[in-house]
């Protein structure tokens, strides 16, 4: 389906100037050296190569490109030579950057120190923002974590000195606020090692998701790889107002695509109504486009993102992508894929949950639908916050629904946390007040951190296995995520409608339309939120927490692990493939249902283990649902006959020589783009992961350790398959792109079947599970 894309000459209006191309001038001379960032002066923002690159690739396809084939394309290592066709083909692309947060760049670290490469190649930053624990309160809960994690924080500071990588210490905020403020800008190519890195889509840029040997690729030198993504338009047209907020843009475009329809593309967003979106709201609705799984999301340059590059003190960047204004929106006449269609004055609140984030419901009914379901309508916990809405604007209209509240004499009936997105959000929110009503509303202020987003939630206000809901402004609803209690019924919505929804306390709320009374008896409305997209005074820088690597390099420092340590080890190479087919592995677990990277890498108390393989591994798919008994962690024992937890019988087999492969279901792995959810089956002694369908990211990070992630060419293959069935995978010594493997089963009572797997390997792929991993690939390149 085609649509016209958003024109030149409409941006040229909304930036208020012209927009103007200068291909030879004294004007672009001056702009040529703009560097990427203040803390890397020497790295330049390169749009002349990128134009070069695009034209090339514009010649050769011979149509107009959409924004994200101009910044993706214009990233290949070979423009000139590299096949290109949507959906199909594999890009090997040169990222400008990498980011890690601290939860994963420990194993990416690892990763890295196992090449033996003395300096990372391009510019690298790891942010301090999954370990720290919600307990009572910011300042107190920032301390206690770097107490206990400080083995971890200085093996990351150490790690960063001596191979040149940026180090953002606890307390700098979350990584995707940290890398919009300083970090991401129009046209430019990040991977970071967490799925939410599309974040600064907001920006204009094209930041993907990934594990940490995709990053140690790339902070290697290689080009790294991708599937040359479809690409979904969605169309905006009309003009937020109200109520209505950024994140109900994705909550709807979620309810539409669900959480996997974004599968395999980018999304890109353009039409009238993006001008009415500030760039922090474009960042929202960039970010939880990971819940569809989508690659990336991205909307382009216009004069919203130029206004914020002022702000956080990127001016020159603005100055030169108006020069390069053309080649940072789509062109004319470009195609899409599929195309979605939202009128923004015509998209109401929405509230999506629970358990999942593509549950979509208009505020106007999710109290009926509560009803209707059994769903628990007291909301006991309102969380504001996350990478998804921490922004200055999400406080400020926050703090706008509070205010009113306290001036009526109310406060909130829930209980009600605020996760500021990072230090200079923070220290900007104080100096203006925000903080304070928040606090006075009923609100307690954590740390700059991720927070109950993630599961760092020491939560004691139910016990486990209480049924009961809060509503959040995060990303992600998966059973028991946020605090590790199966039976919460976590919803998502904008910042301002949990705040209103934590005041009423109830989910049979709807501010647009009932009322709330007054300390003194009376009846009133709320009205829609108002708040500054941006400070008047400018930010708050606060203080002052990054490590530059220092300048003199770090060939003579020292990384210390011990090997007694709980927390980090150092890695062993895995084994490689033995050249022949792989004969019956026991099928270690059929997994019923959803199971995504939660289920099988649960974070929360497990983080702490991140840096230690062995360790993290006994977390290995504890939230399952066997199908066998419909039990998590429990399963049977075949060499045995006894029941026990799944890492336990997986070590058992491993230990008695028996390989095994995981039976699972549709979109399996979706969510993080954690790799210990592929690392811990490969260690434990797992061959082969066998569904319906992958996640992307996850698909990417098992054949990245040496494991085989195979598709059944006929889903209703499932169904054929017993928990305590023997598996073998034929064809492997002719393993090759396209070409499907065969399974051959074999049941306990004497019978077989066989069907085909299909795999998206390539030839470079397959090198990776003949070595071992694609660490091992690459160690013998070297």
């Not at 195609?335 to 609140?349: A, G, H, M, Q, R």
């Not at 019924?489 to 705040?499: K, N, Q």
């Not at 203080?543 to 060939?555: R, S």
């Not at 998590?632 to 029941?643: A, C, P, S």
Request: with cysteine; aromatic share 6%.
């Amino acid at each position: 389906m085609a649509t016209y894309c958003l024109t030149v000459a409409r941006l040229r209006v909304a930036l208020g100037q012209g927009a103007r191309r200068l291909h030879v001038s004294a004007a672009f001379n001056a702009k040529a050296n703009v560097s990427m960032s203040r803390f890397e002066p020497t790295n330049y923002v390169n749009y002349e190569q990128l134009s070069r690159n695009v034209n090339i690739v514009r010649k050769r396809l011979n149509r107009p490109l959409t924004l994200s084939e101009k910044i993706v394309y214009g990233h290949l290592d070979d423009p000139v030579g590299q096949e290109i066709s949507r959906g199909r083909t594999y890009l090997r692309l040169r990222p400008d950057r990498v980011a890690m947060q601290d939860a994963t760049a420990q194993m990416a670290m690892l990763q890295f120190i196992s090449s033996g490469l003395p300096q990372v190649a391009v510019p690298s930053t790891i942010h301090c923002d999954h370990l720290i624990e919600a307990q009572i309160g910011g300042a107190k809960d920032l301390a206690r974590a770097k107490d206990i994690n400080a083995e971890v924080y200085n093996f990351l500071a150490s790690a960063g000195a001596k191979y040149g990588v940026g180090f953002w210490k606890p307390g700098s905020g979350i990584i995707h606020q940290i890398i919009l403020e300083n970090y991401a800008y129009p046209g430019v190519l990040l991977i970071g090692t967490d799925s939410h890195t599309p974040n600064g889509g907001g920006l204009g840029s094209v930041c993907i998701g990934v594990g940490g040997a995709d990053a140690v690729d790339v902070m290697a030198g290689i080009p790294w790889e991708l599937k040359c993504p479809n690409v979904i338009g969605v169309k905006l047209t009309g003009k937020l107002s109200g109520w209505t907020s950024p994140k109900d843009v994705i909550l709807k475009v979620a309810g539409i695509l669900t959480v996997k329809g974004g599968t395999g593309a980018i999304v890109e967003y353009h039409g009238p109504g993006v001008d009415s979106i500030s760039c922090t709201g474009m960042a929202t609705i960039c970010n939880m486009g990971a819940e569809i799984g989508a690659t990336t999301s991205l909307f382009p340059y216009n004069h919203r993102m130029k206004t914020y590059l002022e702000k956080t003190n990127r001016g020159e960047i603005a100055a030169l992508a108006d020069e390069y204004a053309d080649l940072l929106v789509p062109d004319p006449g470009c195609e899409y894929d599929s195309v979605i269609e939202i009128n923004l004055d015509e998209l109401k609140p929405h509230i999506n949950g629970p358990f999942t984030p593509d549950l979509a419901h208009s505020i106007a009914d999710i109290g009926a639908t509560a009803v209707k379901n059994s769903w628990p309508l007291e909301v006991k916990v309102g969380l504001i916050g996350s990478c998804t809405n921490s922004s200055y604007e999400d406080m400020g209209r926050s703090a706008s629904v509070a205010k009113q509240a306290l001036d009526k004499g109310l406060k909130c009936k829930a209980a009600f946390t605020i996760t500021p997105g990072s230090e200079q959000i923070r220290a900007t929110i104080e100096r203006d007040g925000y903080a304070k009503i928040l606090n006075d509303v009923g609100g307690m202020v954590l740390a700059n951190a991720c927070g109950p987003c993630i599961g760092q939630w020491d939560r004691r206000d139910v016990k486990k296995g209480e049924k009961n809901t809060i509503v959040t402004s995060y990303n992600r609803n998966f059973t028991a995520r946020n605090d590790a209690n199966p039976a919460t019924h976590a919803f998502v919505a904008s910042p301002e409608i949990v705040t209103a929804l934590a005041i009423a306390g109830t989910l049979a709320f709807n501010p647009e339309v009932d009322y709330l009374t007054a300390a003194n008896g009376e009846k009133f409305k709320l009205e829609p939120p108002n708040a500054d997209e941006l400070p008047t005074k400018d930010f708050d820088p606060g203080q002052d927490t990054y490590q530059h690597p220092p300048a003199e390099g770090g060939a003579n420092l020292k990384v210390e692990v011990s090997p007694t340590s709980t927390r980090l080890q150092l890695l062993d190479p895995f084994d490689k493939w033995a050249g022949g087919d792989l004969e019956d592995m026991q099928v270690l677990i059929k997994v019923k249902g959803k199971c995504t990277t939660d289920h099988i890498s649960a974070a929360g108390p497990w983080l702490k283990f991140r840096g230690h393989l062995d360790n993290i591994s006994n977390n290995m798919l504890i939230g399952a649902v066997n199908i066998e008994n419909d039990g998590i962690n429990k399963l049977k024992n075949q060499l045995t006959g006894e029941y026990g937890g799944v890492p336990d019988v997986a070590r058992h087999y491993k230990a008695n020589g028996l390989p095994w492969v995981v039976v699972g279901d549709d979109n399996y792995g979706e969510g993080s783009s954690r790799e210990h959810a592929a690392l811990e089956p490969r260690h434990l002694g797992g061959r082969a992961i066998i569904v319906k369908s992958f996640a992307r990211i996850h698909e990417t990070n098992l054949k990245k350790q040496g494991l085989l992630p195979l598709t059944f060419q006929d889903p209703a293959d499932y169904d054929k398959i017993r928990p305590d069935d023997k598996i073998s995978i034929k064809g492997l010594k002719s393993f090759s792109p396209g070409k499907p493997l065969l399974a051959v089963v074999k049941h306990s009572d004497g019978t077989t079947n066989e069907f085909q797997l299909n795999h998206t390997f390539n030839e470079t792929q397959i090198e990776w599970f003949q070595a071992g991993s694609a660490l091992n690939r690459m160690k013998e390149l070297q």
